[in-house]
């Protein structure tokens, strides 16, 4: 009798409880056992992330970043570099195009309507149905991410249920130059004016207003070439670099011949603090910005495919991650550095996270004074930013780049498994604003972060004690 009472309390456990479980059918007398999952918390459930509405990453693509005017793709057209990541995101996931509800691109120097015609060249090249369509995006440097976020935002509408979103910059054939006249009123608004201000100058305007030392910058560009390096040689970049068949003109000779790019070629290993130290100032006379501790010029592609969660399983298909926030924010135009300070707590938030919760972020360094400045903001730990090297080493085709980080975290986060579950991209944006978008490694369970090693088995929840 009191062993039959004994299993009629058991298997209220088990029903209430949820972490006990029969080891046998419970039509059997049979002893119980804890699931595989201990909290010290007593929860009494496996703890999941998962949402079927939610939007997750299925794939995350990129050329090869290489140097504008001198690099692997300076003779790449847009629509090549573009259509090898559209093709590689069909090749590699099996995902067939005619799902697509939409492909959004993120770009900012390419004129507007010729962009627009050429991603949709792209998509033919990369055999894409025409019924697929596509639309780019500009929001200066954060036209990637904002392309990530658009795509998100329209699956959760209701818009479409698979999408890629990306970002293309072809830097070595379209100058970074102001078209056409001033709006002379704009002399009546500071704030007006500020827009103009060059890049490089607003990069200076952070570091004599927050103190940001030569020193400063140009050890967080050393530590960028270094980790870049480190990243390449162990091929910590394979699972997302897609190699690029083009043809390439030798600047010496004038001979065209076909190569294949397969590796980042922006990254000088053994770049020193004593090397930068001898650089001059670009921006401003006795100023700390040189071309060492300033993002690259670089050509490059990316690609990522989105759907909801319901999707992906029904097509049994891996998760990289998962899109949880995003935040656009404004700033000073003529610091408009510092918008990922702003921008990173305000995408942490809305995901319902603190700061140190994120355990890897991909903050872009348009310039090493506003990545110094946003990570001593906000109090970030260095062993958590940028791991891979960041656009220092890597550069910044701005159209790209938000898509570019994205492919990169999400890959590192997947690399780095329980390690790693919530990361942030960030980047700041001319004209003076910021952006961020909060993701979650592809996981669905929920792991607890106090487990520890159970001392004694009890097989029972530490409220039932």
Known sequence: MEYAENSRAAGRQAILLKHLRSVVPTSQEAPVQAQACLAGDSAA?????????????????????????????????????????????????????????????????????????????????????????????NRQCSSGLQAVADVAAAIKAGFYTVGVAGGVEAMSQTPMAWEGGVNPRAAQNKKAMSCLIPMGVTSENVAAKYGISRDLQDKMAVSSHQRAAKARDTGRFKDEIV??????????????????????DGIRPDISTAALAKLKAVFKKDGTTTAGNSSQVTDG?????????????????????????????????????????????????????????????????????????????????????????????????????????????????????????????????????????????????????????????????RDAQ
Request: aromatic content about 6%.
């Open 243 to 264: 190699p690029v068949k083009t043809n390439w003109k030798d600047p010496k000779t004038g001979e065209e011949k076909e190569i294949l790019v397969e590796h980042d």
């Open 301 to 461: 592609a990316a690609a990522v495919l989105m759907m909801t969660r319901r999707e992906a399983v029904r097509r049994q298909l891996p998760i990289l991650g998962i899109f949880r926030s995003f935040a656009a924010v404004g700033v000073d135009p003529a610091i408009m550095g510092v918008g990922p300070a702003v921008a990173i707590p305000e995408a942490v938030k809305q995901a319902g996270l603190a700061i140190d919760d994120i355990d890897l972020f991909e903050l872009n360094e348009a310039f090493a004074s506003q990545a110094t400045y946003c990570c001593d903001k906000l109090g970030l730990d260095r062993e958590k930013v940028n791991v891979n090297g960041g656009a220092i080493a890597l550069g910044h085709p701005l159209g790209c780049t938000g898509a570019r980080c994205t492919a990169t975290l999400l890959h590192e986060m997947q690399k780095r498994g329980k390690a790693s579950r919530f990361g942030v991209v960030s980047m700041c944006i001319g004209s003076g604003m910021g952006a961020a978008a909060v993701f979650e490694r592809g996981g669905e369970i929920d792991e607890p972060r106090n487990v520890r090693p159970a001392q004694k088995m009890s097989y029972l929840s």
């Open 45 to 137: 459930y496996e703890r999941r992330a998962s949402g079927m509405d939610d939007v997750v990453i299925i794939s995350a693509f990129r050329t090869p970043m290489c140097k504008a005017k001198r690099g692997a793709l300076k003779d790449c057209p847009a629509d090549d570099m573009l259509a090898t990541v559209l093709q590689a995101t069909v090749d590699r996931t099996g995902v067939e195009p005619e799902a697509y509800g939409d492909v959004v691109i993120g770009s900012v120097l390419g004129p507007s309507s010729q962009r627009a015609n050429e991603c949709r060249i792209a998509m033919f090249l990369a055999g894409y149905p025409e019924t697929v369509p596509v639309r780019t995006v």
